[in-house]
């Protein structure tokens, strides 16, 4: 019984060297689910959810089924700031798993970043793929919705300008004065509640930053909730011939200057995207 008590103790220091000169956790951190990323991410809390996902990755990205490789590709594609290396787990999404429970959103992702940078024959197609392939989807009604503005801005002709005009009187030379069409007038009030929200009738220009569109006014407002906690001033709107519900921000006159801005909500986590059509804003209430 002594030497077999004996045996056991010099058996646990063995193994205990052994772990200590190999670097080896006793207690090896468990990796985490997606369902954690989930709950990161539905919570707001982006920056730990780029961290559990980027630990699941390491861990358990080589040998997942392929229905939980889909979905980390997509909360990949969502959290990462980089609109890049979003594109090419959309990509991924739509190539290596068409059908699958994600391709349809990376295909209208896919679309709205190729419509930002006005490869508008691109966003078409992969509109087209997402009506005609998954017709039980979400994201159908807001792809119908993009191919008709897309058409529409096919047959639209582009603006006239005036010659170069210039006006004198007695005192006063103003010279070349370009004449511009001003764009219709529009004027919607903020739906998200506070004195921190924007001012619409004080923006300007026909690009803005969409946060998400959705086909419940409820989503819509959990979303802007969300994003005005994080010091984003959000607003809730619709677009004329469209019924979802868009939280957007912000108005700009140039697609750079929109991008720029998008880059914000991006860092903080939330998906953005840059869209063309604010001059189509509407209230929702009206």
């Excluded at 969502?78 to 959103?105: H, K, M, N």
């Excluded at 506070?194 to 690009?207: A, C, F, V």
């Excluded at 809730?236 to 697609?255: I, K, N, P, T, W």
Aim: hydrophobic residues 40%; charged residues 35%.
């Amino acid at each position: 019984m002594r030497q077999g008590g004996a045996m056991r103790v010099v058996g646990s220091g063995l193994l205990a060297l052994v772990v200590l000169f190999s670097g080896a956790d006793p207690v090896e951190a468990q990796a985490p689910e997606l369902a954690e990323v989930r709950g990161a991410v539905d919570d707001a809390r982006f920056p730990e959810a780029r961290e559990l996902l980027e630990r699941w990755w390491e861990a358990d990205g080589e040998r997942a089924d392929r229905r939980t490789r889909q979905e980390a590709l997509w909360l990949r594609a969502r959290l990462t700031p980089d609109p890049q290396l979003a594109e090419l787990d959309y990509r991924r999404l739509v190539i290596e798993f068409p059908g699958g429970p994600f391709s349809d959103g990376a295909l209208l992702r896919l679309a709205q970043g190729s419509e930002a940078r006005g490869e508008s024959a691109e966003a078409g197609r992969y509109l087209e793929i997402l009506v005609r392939d998954y017709p039980t989807s979400e994201h159908r009604v807001e792809a119908r919705d993009r191919l008709v503005r897309l058409e529409r801005a096919e047959d639209d002709p582009p603006p006239v300008l005036a010659p170069p005009t210039v006006i004198r009187d007695d005192t006063v030379a103003v010279a070349d004065t370009v004449v511009r069409e001003p764009p219709p007038e529009i004027p919607v009030d903020p739906v998200v509640e506070g004195d921190e929200d924007e001012e619409l009738d004080e923006l300007t220009g026909s690009y803005t930053v969409q946060l998400g569109a959705f086909s419940t006014r409820e989503r819509a407002m959990d979303l802007a909730r969300r994003a005005d906690e994080a010091g984003l001033r959000v607003r809730v709107v619709q677009v004329a011939g469209s019924e979802l519900f868009r939280v957007r921000l912000g108005g700009f006159e140039s697609r750079q200057a929109a991008e720029e801005a998008a880059q914000g909500p991006r860092n903080a986590g939330f998906e953005a995207l840059v869209s063309m059509d604010r001059e189509q804003e509407r209230d929702p209430d009206a």
